[in-house]
Structures are given as C-alpha cells and as structure tokens.
C-alpha cells in the first residue's frame, strides 16, 4: 500500500487537497487562537507588545523567579498582580531600548572590559601571568547557554540601557535646607492626648430582635457564603518514598567505594615551575620560531644540570608572575592552567622536566617538582556518605521507571488509590475542607495548584474518578481523588446563629462607639476644661507610642494654626478616637552619623523620584500606551 502511494505521491496531494479546503469553506478556520494571541496589550514607540509577547515574557520570568526560589508558591506566579508586574517590566524594557536608539547610547570596549573584570566569577579566571583563562571563561558562560560573544553583546546592551536612567541617578544631590524640610516634616512630634471609645465596650447595649437579625442576615448574604469544598485523598511519588524503598547491598556499597574513592578523596594537586618565553598565538611565524629555538637552548642547559632550574627561570624566564620565585607556581588541580600545559604536567613524574610545550602564551620549560595526592578515608569513615549518596543515585534512576508505572496505574484503575499505593508502598493521605484554592498553611500537593486544579475537575468531581499524575516539581508526582463534594453555597440562617449575632452586634457596637465619640468631640471642643482624655504623650511616625496608625497619622496632619487642635478618627469595627494635638515638639538634635544615613536615604528617595519622573516623561514621548487594565 504505502509503496503504491510513493508511486503515486502527486495523484495523492491533489485528492487530500480537494477534501481538505472544501471543509474550511464550510467548516472554518478557527480564528480565536491567532486572534487572541495576537491580540495588542501595549504599545511603545508605535510597535506593538502582543499577548503572545506577554504570555513567553511571563513563562520566562517564572522560570527565573522559580530557579532563584524553589520553594516559592506557584500560585504568587500565576496571580493577575504577577502577570501585570511582566507587562510592566516588559513595557519598560522596550522603552529603555527605544530610548538608547532615539539617544544614540553605545557601551564602548573599555566600559565592557572593565565591567567584566568587575564580575566575580570572571575575575577568578584570571591564570598566574594576569591573563583570563579563555577555556574557562567559555565554560563559564556556556553553562548559562551563551557563547562569550552572545554574552558579551547582552552586556553591552544592559549596559547600554543602564546609561539612559543611570545618567539621571547619578546626578541627584540635595541641600541642608532641603534635607532638614523634609526630615522635620518627616520627623515631627506632636504632644498629644487620646480619648479612645472602644467598640467592644458598647457590645452590652446591642440586643438584637428576630426582626432585626433577619434583615441583617438578608442585607449581608454574601457573608454567609460557604465554598465548595471536598473531602480527597491523594498519593505522593518522589525521590524521598523511592529511597525509602531501595535496600543497598554490602557489595553495592564496597564497589561503589572502589569506584569513587579517589574522587572521596579530593582532587590530586600538583606543584610545577616553569621557564616561559613568550611567543602570541597570532605573532609571525619567524618570531615564534625564534622564540621556540630559545627554549630550546634553556630546555638542554637545564637538563644538563636539572638543579640549575630555578636559577635559569629566574634569570631567561618572561613570567613576570613567577621568574623572580625561581619559576614556581605552587600547587594547582585539574582546571587551573591551559590544556597543553596541564596535560604535561599531569602526565609527568615527579623530578621530571618536560619537553618543550606550547601554548598561546609562548614556550613552556616545566619541572614538576610535587605531588599532593590526598588519602582516601578508609570504607567505615565514608558509610554514611556512600549509603547516602548510592541510595539517592538508585533512587534517581529508579524514580523514572516508577513515574510512568505511577502514572499509568492510577489512570488503569481509577476508581481506587489503594492498589497503586499498595504497589508502590505509598501512603493514601486523607484530608477534609479541601477548596479549589490552597488554603493558608497548605503543604505539599495541597498546596499547588494545579494539582487543585485536577481534583476539581469536572471528570474528579462527577465520577470520583482518580485524577493524573500531576507534577509538582522535578521527580515529585501526586494523583487524587474527590471522595466527597460539597458545592458553593448560601448556608440557611439557622445554620448561622452564633456568626449572624456575632456580626450584627459588632457592627452595632461600632456604630455606638462612633456616635459616642462624634459627640464628645463636639462637646470637648465647646467646654476643653469638661474633656476626658488620657496622659499627655510624644508621637511621632517612629515612635507612635502604641497607637493605632491612624490616630498617628490624624494627629501628625491635623492643622496647627490654632493650637490646640482636635480631630476625630474613625477606627471602623474597633470603634472611635479623640485626638487633641497640645503642641509641636521640637526635634532633638541629630548626631552626625545618624545625620549622614538620613542625607543618604533622602538622596536615594529623590534619585527615585528623579528616576521615576523621567522615565514617566519617556513613556509620554514615546506614545507608550497599556491596554490592559491594572488588577
């Protein structure tokens, strides 16, 4: 058949083309996946940011912020705040870029040098003679999926963006006079009394009728909402139950000590000199031939008399790093030096003196002159390690076999978790008033989402059938069921007695504690003399003396044109407050330390404003626009 088709391959294209466009004619093309995806969320500078933009910038950005925080919550990830927060990084990143274009900022070589040697991880590449290992530096950004080209030029660019905020930050500076405004508008203290009407105090004169808690009920429903919720049990694989399950064998453990002893051990290190004449990778073919004859006049006088080593480096060697130490270079492990070099001198006796060896650098004359090989700890000194480490390693290749026996035993027999955790030696956790959304305090499958999601699907909650395996990190699976579901409700008001008059009266008595308070205020400012008020006290916004926020921030801005002053303040469910402000109490003098700190956080709060203000006039010349409402 499929060689009559070959045979036929054209006859075959025309037919399928005949039977599949008719059934767009009359079918259609689905538009919502393109439509949607495509769909403008912002603009900037006249280019579009799509959805299909934010959805990978967001996916990147949690990956990001899952790596740097394995055990953040997943669901923070997924919020609408989050989502916004991406558009909003998303949107400025493409404005910092128009900017750059419109400002013709560039990174020049030097800036990008001096910022690499400023990088820790780069810096310790540097080899004995100054130079940046270039193997090494390759590995390095290699292991972030970058060529040092790619890297290089995403520096730059970051570089490059930095300079169109930088530039602003960098000049902000501030004067005593301003300092002092703000610090004493910040600072100030006021001496103040408090009369404090406590709503908990009138609950006593709140009695509720019938009538009364009928109404309150019936205005407030929303308040007596039960979520669904659903009574489950659930199993877990990972590699912590896979480990519980591998016994390990005295031999298993006395050749994987054989195996690894020398790495138990630590790695062998190696102490060398040298004699270097230098010769650049790129330099003329005669000179490098010059360079290698001169090495090998100094390679026969050593060998001639090999104690003269040192001496000889100490006066031909170009090292500048070790000539003057007789060539030494210490010891070093694996990684240390350039390929050629290393692979002589770890393919050397010690008291050896190797042939000629090139590199980049030139011609290398080496004397090994030590090797550091570090005992092994004897089998019973590692047993904890190895049992720790092979039963890990086991449990690691194991846990991939049972993740797929895992995943299809609960979708085999899905009206039971019994036979899955009876294969795999699981326990079957059973927990009651679980909702669609993890609850305060949720651990472990429970408190993701979406393993949630599966167990209130709608095949889980219809059929009580077993969910997926779900995978809640790497070598962690869970699947579940819903044993028992309770849907979103309106619980009848019978059923709500205790909470219905419980919300009634503290409402009430908040109301109570208001009017009281509103009247006192009244009355006190007409007669002061008559106000009952509490000991006079110092508040400020560093030392609000226990009171609540809002009684500190009601006296801090109450108007001083007439002193005394009194304000009122609505404490809601807690009740109400009096506040007579008596007099502005001047700050006491600022040591010079304190001083300083306080000039250098206001510099960074303008240096924010500045920043901010400038980057908000950006995005008006830049026509930025979000289509996107804020959640």
Excluded: C
Excluded at 519 to 531: G, Y
């Amino acid at each position: 058949m499929f060689e009559s088709i070959r045979k036929h391959s054209k006859f075959v294209m025309i037919l399928l083309f005949l039977l599949i466009i008719p059934s767009f004619i009359f079918v259609g093309i689905n538009q919502n996946y393109f439509t949607e995806s495509s769909k403008t969320v912002a603009r900037v500078d006249g280019h579009d940011i799509t959805q299909q933009d934010w959805d990978n910038a967001h996916r990147v950005e949690s990956d990001r912020l899952r790596a740097q925080n394995p055990n953040m919550d997943v669901k923070l990830l997924d919020s609408p705040e989050a989502r916004y927060a991406t558009l909003e990084k998303l949107v400025r990143d493409r404005v910092l870029a128009a900017a750059v274009k419109k400002l013709h900022l560039t990174t020049t070589d030097e800036q990008l040098v001096r910022t690499l040697q400023e990088i820790p991880a780069i810096a310790a590449l540097r080899k004995p003679d100054g130079s940046l290992d270039a193997q090494a530096y390759k590995a390095l950004v290699g292991s972030q999926g970058m060529t040092p080209e790619g890297f290089e030029a995403n520096l730059r660019n970051e570089l490059a963006l930095n300079q169109v905020l930088g530039g602003i930050s960098g000049t902000v500076f501030t004067t005593d006079a301003e300092l002092k405004q703000a610090m004493d508008a910040l600072y100030q203290r006021r001496e103040v009394q408090v009369a404090r009407f406590d709503a908990k105090a009138f609950a006593d004169k709140v009695q509720p009728s019938e009538a009364e808690l009928k109404a309150y009920y019936e205005a407030h429903t929303s308040r007596f909402q039960q979520p669904e919720e659903a009574s489950v049990e659930y199993v877990q694989l990972d590699l912590a139950a896979v480990e519980a399950g591998i016994t390990l064998s005295e031999d298993d453990l006395r050749t994987y000590y054989k195996e690894n002893a020398e790495r138990l051990a630590g790695p062998e290190e190696r102490r060398a000199s040298h004699i270097l004449i230098n010769a650049a990778k790129d330099a003329p073919a005669a000179d490098r031939a010059k360079a290698k004859a001169r090495a090998e006049e100094l390679l026969a006088k050593v060998r001639a008399n090999p104690k003269s080593f040192a001496e000889v480096a100490k006066a031909n060697s170009q090292d500048p790093g070790s000539a003057a130490s007789g060539g030494d270079l210490g010891y070093f492990g694996r990684g240390a030096m350039v390929k050629p070099f290393e692979d002589a001198v770890f393919g050397m006796k010690e008291g050896e003196i190797s042939d000629v060896i090139e590199s980049d650098f030139g011609y290398h004359i080496i004397e090994l002159t030590g090797i550091k090989k570090p005992k092994a700890p004897s089998f019973e000194e590692m047993r904890p390690k190895l049992e720790a480490e092979l039963r890990k390693q086991q449990a690691q290749r194991k846990f991939a076999e049972m993740a797929e026996a895992f995943s299809n035993g609960v979708y085999e027999q899905s009206d039971s978790l019994q036979p899955v955790a009876d294969k795999f030696k699981l326990t079957i956790h059973k927990v009651d008033h679980v909702t669609r959304q993890p609850s305060a305090g949720a651990q472990g499958p429970l408190a993701n989402a979406r393993f949630l999601e599966a167990l209130f699907s709608k095949d889980s909650l219809e059929n009580k059938r077993n969910t997926d395996a779900v995978e809640l990190a790497p070598n962690s699976l869970a699947a579940g069921r819903v044993t028992q579901y309770s849907a979103a409700r309106t619980l009848p008001m019978n059923e709500v007695g205790d909470k219905l008059k419980q919300l009634y009266v503290a409402q009430k008595s908040a109301e109570l504690a208001r009017q009281e308070g509103q009247a006192k205020l009244a009355a006190w400012k007409a007669k002061p003399d008559a106000a009952q008020l509490a000991a006079a006290v110092t508040v400020s916004r560093d030392q609000p003396q226990n009171l609540p926020r809002e009684v500190v921030d009601a006296a801090l801005s109450a108007s001083t044109a007439a002193l005394p002053s009194w304000v009122g303040v609505d404490l809601g469910s807690e009740g109400y407050a009096v506040v007579k402000v008596g007099r502005i109490v001047e700050r006491p003098a600022t040591d010079a330390q304190l001083l300083e700190q306080q000039r250098a956080q206001f510099v960074q709060w303008s240096s924010l404003a500045e920043v901010m203000a400038y980057y908000e006039l950006l995005k008006k010349q830049l026509k930025v626009q979000i289509k996107v409402a804020r959640p």
